[in-house]
């Protein structure tokens, strides 16, 4: 599963003060991007060895799963076939949350624009070199998601022709909560687990200090090293950022993001350069953050009022600088020293 959104990076600080059980990490490459999981256990060696084998499975699972980049997974079988027999529980999950946020959202968040992803280059496609605003027209009639029919009860799943349903942005904050729920059933009470930068954090160190996680200060190229603006102290959350200057290409010299506004077919033009979103679950912080990249600041701050468990920061260009903005519940996680 490719890395879709990663951009304004999300850098992990752990402060490992007095700890009484012994800290375990895990951390490898996984969904086109890297993943790093921190606990702490006083359990013995196989029950390590176990939490190391739960967790490559679950990688494993969801990449068979949800990849467009995994010929073999349900999501590529789907889109090569136009129908989909016995799915899992996870595809149905993942299809039904990202149906609900369509709704939520009035089509913002659309896991049906597949057919533009690819056009625009951000999936195995090159992409286009220039643009044709016809074409992105017609491409459009291939994006309606309640085209795209499913029988619960035959576990079957169909669309028409020429549509690709595409969960990256769903999909890694949905990984980091299977990691989550299984870590519950262990009896794991602290841990942090960042895939791709998004990141659940449970519990706390042993010093009971919440978990710490710095947002990026904007990058001046996608290859700038990476630089922490402010932190946050998270605990029993989830934190996305999604955001448009590590992840682009060029078309004609101008700059053609992956974020792309299924209203209109186009990648969004947009001065927000990134944002945060702080949620009960990943999965939902993962796809609000591509949602509120599209909606903008004061949509996004007007919408979140109906939705109290959720927090966002703006990170916004202002000439050759960029400003600050955020939700009033955000400045209680904000670290102040």
Not at 179 to 198: C, S, T, V
Not at 236 to 254: F, P, Q
Request: charged content about 20%; proline content about 4%.
């Amino acid at each position: 599963m490719n890395n879709k959104k990663f951009i304004l990076f999300l850098i992990l600080i752990f402060t490992l003060l007095g700890c009484t059980n012994k800290k375990y990490l895990f951390n490898g490459e996984t969904q086109g991007s890297t993943y790093s999981i921190i606990f702490y256990s006083d359990k013995d060696k196989q029950f390590i060895n176990n939490v190391s084998k739960i967790i490559d499975s679950i990688l494993f699972h969801i990449d068979m799963v949800a990849s467009v980049f995994n010929d073999s997974s349900e999501i590529s079988i789907f889109n090569i076939n136009d129908t989909l027999i016995d799915f899992s529980d996870d595809f149905l999950f993942l299809y039904n949350k990202s149906k609900e946020i369509y709704y939520n959202t009035d089509g913002i968040f659309n896991p049906a624009i597949g057919p533009l992803i690819k056009y625009y280059g951000f999936l195995k496609d090159k992409g286009t070199d220039k643009i044709d605003t016809q074409y992105v027209k017609q491409l459009l009639c291939f994006t309606n998601l309640d085209s795209i029919k499913i029988n619960v009860e035959q576990r079957k799943i169909t669309k028409p022709k020429g549509y690709y349903l595409d969960f990256n942005a769903i999909a890694t904050g949905y990984t980091v909560d299977k990691i989550a729920q299984n870590f519950d059933k262990l009896g794991i009470e602290n841990y942090l687990i960042e895939i791709g930068g998004e990141v659940y954090a449970k519990g706390s160190h042993k010093n009971k200090k919440p978990w710490k996680v710095g947002i990026e200060k904007p990058p001046v190229s996608m290859y700038s090293p990476q630089n922490v603006l402010l932190k946050v102290a998270i605990k029993d959350k989830a934190i996305v950022t999604s955001g448009i200057t590590r992840k682009y290409h060029s078309d004609n010299n101008k700059k053609i993001n992956h974020i792309i506004d299924p209203q209109t077919g186009f990648p969004i033009p947009s001065n927000i350069l990134s944002v945060s979103v702080i949620a009960p679950n990943c999965t939902d912080a993962d796809a609000y953050a591509t949602a509120f990249m599209i909606m903008g600041v004061d949509n996004t701050l007007n919408f979140i009022k109906n939705m109290p468990p959720y927090e966002v920061f703006f990170i916004i260009v202002n000439k050759d600088s960029f400003d600050i903005k955020y939700s009033d519940g955000f400045a209680n996680y904000i670290i102040s020293h």
